[in-house]
C-alpha cells in the first residue's frame, strides 16, 4: 500500500468490494467473478510466498491464454515479483535465451510447452522448481500446489516503479532485450485506455492477443481497472471469438491483421451478432476497416502507436479521424519528433518519435548502457520513424535503420536475426532482409540474397533452412537472388536502395 | 524535464506545438492563443528569476481571476516554485496570517487589494518586493517589470512531487493550513477530468470559480491539459457568464450554488443560447439540476466529491445516475469509508471518507504533525463522513465532529474560528455554530448562543460584531439565544444534539 499510488493488488481489492458478483473473466466455460478472481490471486501469492518467491524475484510462464495466466498477473504484482512472460511461438534456442536472461526462481509452463521446456531443465541454473498447467510429468509439479495454497495471503507489495514484468522485445543485435514495465507503468497506461474509451464496468473485452504481448495484457489490465469483464481464449479462433463476441456482448477487442478480416468473415457466415462492440483497435488495411464500420456502424476502429517499451499505446484516436495517420498522443504523455540532436522538427518531417510521462519503462532487463542511450537527453527514444502534421496526428514511417524491424501479423522479426540466420548457410555470400507489404499479415519478411560464387540455392531450401532454425513467423516469406547488394560510401548495405529496388512482394 | 512524468511547463510547450494558433485563454476581451501563453509564461519566468525567485520560493498573488492569474500559475511552475493564491475575500487579519504562513518572496496585488496589503507591508518579513497588477503606488512595483522580462527563459523545472501550489484551508484550530499540492498531483487531477470528461482541445471551460479555489484553477488546467481554451471572468456575474458561454460556444463549467441558477435565469431573461453547454459540474439543488437539464437536455450535471486535499474531485459520476450520491471513485483512486481503525465499513454504513492515489498531496504546510495524523494507515484522512452503496456511490453525511466546515456557497467555514470569534463578545457565555440549510447558498451559518446573566444582545448586533472581525461570508446568517447548549458526558458540546434541536434555518 502507498499513499499516492494505486497498485495491481488495490485494482483487485477494489473490484471486489465494489463489483464483487459481477463477472471479472470467462475462458473455455468458466466464469469467474471480481470477488473470486481476488481469491484467487491472494491463494496464489500466498502459494508463490511459500515457494520462495519474493519482491524482485521473476516468475515465468509459457502458456497459451488461461485464467492462470491472469490469476499469476496479479499474485506476482500481489509479491512485488516480476512476471516471466514468455511467447511460445520462439524456437526452443530463444525460448532458452529468454529464461536464461530473465533468470526466474520458477517456471510455469503449460500442457503443450512441457516437452520443450523439459529438454531445458538442466541449462537454467536459477530455476528452482518448474510447475505444469495440466498433464505434468516430472519435473514439472502440479500448478495446484501453489494456486491452492491455504496460508494467509500476505500484505500486498506497494507497486510504484518496482518491476512488475518483464517482456522480450526489441533486438538491435539479435537477441531480444527484456523491457521492464512497473506497476505504476501498467496502472497508468491502464489509466490511460480507461480515458480514451470511456471504459466502465459493463465493458467486456475479448483478450484475443497473447497475454504474454503488452497488447494483450494491457488490453486486459485497462478493462480490469474499469471493473469490467475479459474474454479469454487460448488462442485466436475467429469462428469461435465470433460466437463469444455474440453471446457475451463483448465491447471491445485489439488485434492486428488479419484477425478482424478472419472474425468479420466467421460472424457473417454463422450469421453471428457483433453488434456489441463500440470500440475495435489495432492495426489493419483500409479495407477490413471499412468492412468492420460497415457491419458494425456504431463501432469505431482506432489507430494507434505503440511498443512494449511504452506500455502499450502512447498515440490513440479515431481511425476515421485521420485515415492512416497513428492518432494523436493521448493526454497523459508527451510524443515528439526529433532529429539526431533531440531537436524537435518542424510539423510534417520525419525524425525518430521520442516519448516522455508515466508509460516510459524501467529499462531493458540488466542492459544499463542501452538504458542510457536509449533515454539520452530525457526522452525514450523508439528507434521508429515518423512525422506529426499540423494537427498533432502521429504518421509512421518505419523503423530507424538502427532498428529494422519487420512486423509480420503483430509479431516483432528483426531483420539482423533472420540475416545472422541466413548467412550461416554455406552457399550464402550476403544478405539484407526487409519488411515488404503483405496483404494478409500486413508485412512479410522479404530476403535479398548473394550466393557465393558456384552454388546454388532455391528460395524453397533457404526458407525451409530458416524456419527450422528460428521461429517460424521469422522465416523469408520471399526470397530473391542477386549478383550484388548496393553499398552506401560507409561501406554498410544501403537499405534504402535495398528498398527502393526490392520493397515490393 | 523528467522521463516519467509530465509537467506543467511541458503541457504548455506542448499545446504551443500541437495547438499553437489555438485560443487558450479568452479574458475581458482579449484572446490569447497557446503559442502566446507560453510566450507569456516564458517572458514572466525569466522576470521572476530575475526577481530572486528559484525552486521552492513561495509567490503570493491576491487578485480576482485574470490571464496574470493564469501566467503566474504556469510561470511558478516552471521555477519549480510555489504559486500562494490567497483568497482575497477574507480579512484583513486572515490575509496577514496565510501571508505569514505562506511567507511568500514576493507578492502580486490586483488593484482592488492594494490598500489592505500595503497596510500590512511592514508585517511581513520575507516578502522581498510588491508588485501591483494596474493602478500601483509604492509599495507596489508594477508587474509589467515581471511580465516584459526579456532575459532568456531559464530551462522548466521538472515538476513531479516538488510543489506547486499552496492552499490554504481546512482549519481545525481555527487557523487555515495550507495544502501544499505537487505538480505531479495538479496533472494527475487533470488528467482524471480529461477521463471523465472526455475532454479535448475543442473544449470551453467557463473559469466562474476563483482562481484561488481548487475547483477554479482545477477546470482551468484540466482544459489547458486537453488543449482546449478557459473562459476568465475577474468574478462570476451570471449576466455576464451567460452571454459569455453564448458567445463562446462554452462546453463546461463548474460551480457552487446559486450560480447554476443565476445562470439559468440571466439567460432566459436575455434570450442567451446555452446549448453548447455539454458539462456543468458542482453541488447544486435538485430543482436547479432539473431546471438546467430542461434547458440544456444535451448536457449532463455531473456530482463529486472533493477537496483541495485531494487536487478537486475524488468521485464524479453523471447526476441523474445516481441523484443526491456524490457519485463513483474515478478510476485514479480509491475512495473508501473506514471506521475509527481504518477497517472498510459495510456498504451503507457510515465512516469516515478516506481516500488513497496520485491526487492526494503533499502534505499541510508546515504541519507535519498534522500529516502524520491525517495519512495514518497509507489512508488521506478526509475529515468527512459518508457511505458507499452496493453499487460503488458515495454519499456525503457530513463532517467528521472533529472537523465540521459549514459550506455557504462553496466558501469553507470552520464553526471553531466563527465560535472563537463571538466568545470574543462580552455578552456571549457559550457559543454553538453549525450549518444550516440555505436555498440560496446550500448551506448557512448558525449560531446558537447563551449570554451572561444581566447582558442584552441582539441577532444583529451580534452578526455585525463577528461580520466585522472575520471575512464578511463566515458570519452567522441566523442567531438562536438558548439557557444552555447540551454537553455530552465528557463535557464536550454535544453538536449532534445542537444539530437536532437547531438543525434548521
Not at 534456442?93 to 510447452?113: F, H, M, N, Q, T
Not at 548502457?369 to 520513424?385: E, K
Not at 535479398?448 to 560464387?453: E, F, G, P, S
Request: hydrophobic content about 45%; charged content about 20%; some cysteine.
Amino acid at each position: 500500500m502507498s499513499l499516492r499510488s494505486i497498485s495491481i493488488p488495490d485494482i483487485l481489492r477494489r473490484n471486489a468490494a465494489a463489483f464483487g458478483d459481477r463477472t471479472a473473466f470467462v475462458c473455455e466455460g468458466t466464469r469467474v467473478t471480481h470477488r473470486e478472481h481476488l481469491g484467487r490471486v491472494e491463494r496464489l501469492a500466498a502459494g508463490l510466498a511459500q515457494a520462495g518467491v519474493g519482491a524482485g524475484d521473476r516468475v515465468a510462464v509459457l502458456a497459451r491464454n488461461a485464467l492462470e495466466f491472469a490469476d499469476l498477473y496479479g499474485a506476482a504484482a500481489w509479491l512485488g515479483a516480476i512476471l516471466l512472460p514468455v511467447n511460445w511461438r520462439l524456437s526452443p534456442s530463444e525460448i532458452a535465451y529468454v529464461l536464461a536472461d530473465g533468470a526466474p526462481k520458477l517456471v510455469i509452463v503449460d500442457r503443450e510447452d512441457q516437452p520443450g521446456i523439459a529438454a531445458l531443465a538442466n541449462s537454467l541454473p536459477s530455476v528452482a522448481v518448474y510447475y505444469g498447467l495440466g498433464g505434468e510429468v516430472a519435473p514439472f509439479r502440479p500448478f495446484a500446489e501453489l494456486a491452492e495454497c491455504s496460508n494467509p495471503p500476505p500484505e500486498p507489495a506497494s507497486g510504484g516503479d518496482d518491476g512488475a514484468v518483464i517482456i522480450h522485445t526489441a533486438a538491435v543485435d539479435g537477441r531480444p532485450r527484456g523491457a521492464l514495465l512497473s506497476q505504476a507503468n501498467l496502472v497508468a497506461a491502464a489509466l490511460q485506455m480507461t480515458a480514451a474509451w470511456n471504459l466502465d464496468e459493463r465493458d467486456v473485452g475479448l483478450i484475443a492477443l497473447p497475454l504474454f504481448h503488452i497488447a494483450g495484457f494491457g488490453l486486459l489490465l485497462g478493462v480490469q481497472l474499469a471493473g469490467g469483464s475479459s474474454l479469454i481464449v487460448p488462442k485466436f479462433e475467429a469462428g469461435v471469438a465470433a460466437r463469444l463476441v455474440a453471446a457475451e456482448r463483448a465491447t471491445i477487442f485489439v488485434e492486428f491483421a488479419p484477425m478482424l478480416g478472419s472474425l468479420l468473415d466467421r460472424a457473417a457466415e454463422a450469421g453471428a451478432d457483433l453488434s456489441s462492440l463500440r470500440i475495435v483497435s489495432g492495426l489493419d488495411t483500409p479495407e477490413t476497416i471499412a468492412r468492420f464500420e460497415a457491419a458494425c456502424p456504431a463501432a469505431r476502429f482506432w489507430a494507434g502507436y505503440g511498443q512494449s517499451e511504452v506500455s502499450g499505446y502512447v498515440t490513440l484516436s479515431p481511425w476515421r479521424d485521420r485515415p492512416g495517420s497513428a492518432g494523436r498522443a493521448t493526454h497523459v504523455n508527451l510524443v515528439a519528433v526529433v532529429d539526431e540532436l533531440d531537436r524537435a522538427v518542424p510539423a510534417n518531417e520525419t525524425g525518430e518519435i521520442v516519448v516522455r510521462g508515466p508509460l516510459v519503462f524501467q529499462g531493458y532487463w540488466r542492459r544499463e548502457a542501452d538504458n542510457a542511450i536509449v533515454w539520452r537527453n530525457d526522452w525514450h527514444h523508439t528507434g521508429d520513424l515518423g512525422r506529426i502534421d499540423a494537427d498533432g496526428y502521429l504518421w509512421y514511417a518505419g523503423r530507424s535503420p538502427a532498428k529494422e524491424l519487420i512486423k509480420p501479423g503483430g509479431e516483432n522479426v528483426y531483420p539482423v536475426e533472420v540475416e545472422r540466420t541466413i548467412r550461416e548457410h554455406p552457399a550464402i555470400a550476403d544478405v539484407a532482409v526487409i519488411g515488404v507489404p503483405d496483404a494478409q499479415w500486413g508485412e512479410a519478411v522479404k530476403a535479398v540474397c548473394v550466393c557465393r560464387a558456384g552454388t546454388t540455392l532455391t528460395a524453397a531450401a533457404l526458407i525451409d533452412f530458416v524456419g527450422g532454425r528460428i521461429a517460424r513467423y521469422k522465416k523469408p516469406k520471399h526470397v530473391v537472388f542477386v549478383t550484388a547488394l548496393p553499398r552506401s560510401a560507409n561501406g554498410l548495405i544501403d537499405r534504402a536502395k535495398v528498398k527502393e529496388d526490392h520493397g515490393r512482394a
